[in-house]
């Protein structure tokens, strides 16, 4: 059975940081793309960054540009997002997700899909 579990959400006043873990079981990541998305109550999910499944190629939504960092530790199958200066606007459920080998800015392109956690960021 497959899990993804992220964890490291919570209340950030503006401007603070948190790390998100994005903790993998049941398949090796190595062999998959991971990404984030964020999704806003009553919205549809945002693609906010993906890292391919040997980490040389790494994107990010404009809006996040300079601001996250998204990396992986395939030995440990976990992926991060590192989150800086952080915004109210940054505030939403965020989702790790994979798909096999190539990487891609689009949620119907993944397969497997975790629980969210919540972040939140006050003015």
């Known amino acids: 059975q497959v899990q993804l579990i992220e964890s490291g959400g919570g209340l950030v006043q503006a401007g603070g940081s948190l790390r998100l873990s994005c903790a993998v079981s049941g398949l090796d990541i190595c062999r998959y793309a991971m990404a984030w998305f964020r999704q806003i109550s009553g919205e549809e999910r945002a693609f906010v960054s993906a890292i391919s499944y040997d980490g040389r190629t790494i994107l990010y939504e404009n809006s996040v540009k300079g601001r996250f960092t998204t990396s992986r530790n395939n030995a440990e199958n976990t992926v991060y997002l590192e989150m800086n200066t952080l915004k109210p606007e940054d505030t939403a459920n965020y989702y790790c997700?994979?798909?096999?080998?190539?990487?891609?800015?689009?949620?119907?392109?993944?397969?497997?899909w975790g629980q969210g956690t919540p972040v939140t960021v006050s003015a």
């Open positions: 997700a994979a798909r096999q080998w190539i990487i891609k800015t689009t949620q119907n392109e993944y397969a497997y």
